[in-house]
T-cell receptor, first 114, second 117 residues
């Protein structure tokens, strides 16, 4: 069975601090896809990144970076120099097929204080 | 580019009633997926529709059913509502070719907040 664990229920940091959100996944499939989504209070899920299991390169997009490590089944997300607008619930998700029928973690609520 | 739109935004129903939620997919997308998100939890996959047919289903009972129309819009129907059905229902669209997702992420709507009393 597949599972995604986001152990951090809530994180609170002061603006400009760096923060890392953890994601650990479980699957026996060799081909799979990992995602991060952001959910602001409005409720809409905003796509941040997709990574397939054959691409272990870390990715950086502005202040956001992702560290994918198959050896530890982790796909962690770091925000550098956090801003108040980064406050949201962040979800990590897994799909073991090409249909993107996603299995989601419970989410991490990130609070950035001014 | 028109995004994913869902209606209604909020809905209050009584236990035992039936409800229909609607979703218009993003232009150019042909696949719709529905998710249920209970308060404080991650979304749970309900089902996916592709070419007007169900293309995968999560662990939800048959009283959760859906439709996809030729214009790729979709409906989620829930019969015999239970209190535990209270949740945010999210619709996501994407583009599939054959049975494979094209290189595009799922695009989500703002959801319908359903309250069952």
């Amino acid at each position: 069975a597949q599972k995604v664990t986001q152990a951090q229920t809530e994180i609170s940091v002061v603006e400009k601090e760096d923060v890392t959100l953890d994601c650990v996944y479980e699957t026996r499939d060799t081909t799979y896809y990992l995602f991060w989504y952001k959910q602001p209070p409005s409720g809409e899920l905003v796509f941040l990144i997709r990574r397939n299991s054959f691409d272990e390169q870390n990715e950086i997009s502005g202040r956001y970076s992702w560290n994918f490590q198959k050896s530890t089944s982790s796909f962690n997300f770091t925000i550098t120099a956090s801003q108040v607008v980064d406050s949201a619930v962040y979800f990590c998700a897994l799909s073991v097929d090409s249909n993107y029928q996603l299995i989601w973690g419970a989410g991490t609520k990130l609070i950035i204080k001014p | 580019e028109t995004g994913v739109t869902q209606s209604p935004t909020h809905l209050i129903k009584t236990r035992g009633q039936q409800v229909t939620l609607r979703c218009s997919s993003q232009s150019g997308h042909n696949t719709v997926s529905w998710y249920q998100q209970a308060l404080g939890q991650g979304p749970q996959f309900i089902f996916q529709y592709y070419r007007e047919e169900e293309n995968g289903r999560g662990n939800f009972p048959p009283r959760f059913s859906g439709l996809q129309f030729p214009n790729y819009s979709s409906e989620l129907n829930v019969n015999a509502l239970e209190l535990d059905d209270s949740a945010l229902y999210l619709c996501a669209s994407s583009l599939m070719a054959g049975s494979i997702q094209r290189d595009s992420p799922l695009h989500f709507g703002n959801g319908t907040r359903l309250t069952v009393t």
